[in-house]
């Protein structure tokens, strides 16, 4: 059983909506991040938030803003996406970040998004 | 730069034999860590199996052994007694270490197919 909770699992949304992604762990974690997933290819890093703060941005447009409220919570709100923008978007966590920090990504089930 | 290859977009192997699946890297770093996941149809992603590189003996977990050659810059993946659950995506991935998030490089995944 996963430890990295994602919701919705399913979210069909216009190009016009506002909508959130939801990423939970009780893992104790300290690093999350966000990828995106294209059908049979392998994941993309979008962001990672280490003890709370954004670390990384892969050049990701602003029509994805993520937010971590929390060590154990983090969100990917979407606004104005555009069809290709459908894709599964994975959170994952690990302990921390750093050599010494735990060397395992966790990854949630997903949650598959479709932009119409 | 990292980069993971996998060269075999697509296996197939009897119920009950064995399979070897291949990936190669490239880094100038001379410690990090790799892992082989597997995605189902259910596209969530799970640890199959984790490598030190600083680690000469190679990992095994029940079906699942590779086989690291660190100066070939060689991971295979080998599962044993193959099972029809054993049906997935298979992405080898490469971990380098950053105290702003450990970051995956993953390679492009093998389809491998269990026939019954």
């Not at chain 1, 892969?58 to 969100?75: A, G, I, K, M, T």
């Not at chain 2, 596209?43 to 079906?63: F, G, H, P, S």
């Amino acid at each position: 059983d996963t430890e990295v909770t994602q919701t919705p699992k399913h979210l069909v949304m216009g190009m016009t909506n506002k909508k959130s992604l939801k990423c939970e762990q009780h893992m104790g974690h300290r690093a999350m991040y966000w990828y995106k997933q294209k059908a049979k290819k392998p994941p993309e890093l979008m962001f990672v938030y280490s003890y709370e703060k954004l670390s990384i941005n892969e050049s990701v447009p602003s029509r994805f803003s993520p937010e971590c409220p929390n060590s154990s919570l983090l969100n990917l709100h979407l606004h104005a996406l555009q069809p290709e923008d459908s894709a599964l978007y994975l959170c994952a966590s690990s302990q921390g970040t750093g050599r010494y920090s735990g060397n395992t990504i966790y990854f949630g089930e997903g949650s598959w998004l479709t932009v119409v | 730069a990292q980069t993971v290859t996998q060269s075999q977009p697509e296996m197939s192997v009897q119920e009950a034999e064995t399979v070897t699946l291949s990936c190669t890297y490239d880094t100038s770093e001379s410690n990090y860590y790799l892992f082989w996941y597997k995605q189902p149809p259910s596209r969530q992603m799970i640890l199959v199996i984790r490598q030190e590189a600083y680690k000469q003996q190679n990992a095994t977990e029940n079906r699942f052994s590779v086989n690291f050659q660190k100066a070939a810059k060689s991971f295979s993946l080998k599962i044993s007694d193959s099972q029809l659950g054993d049906t997935a995506m298979y992405f080898c991935a490469f971990m380098s270490f950053s105290n702003t998030g450990n970051q995956f490089y993953f390679g492009t995944g093998t389809s491998l197919t269990v026939i019954p």
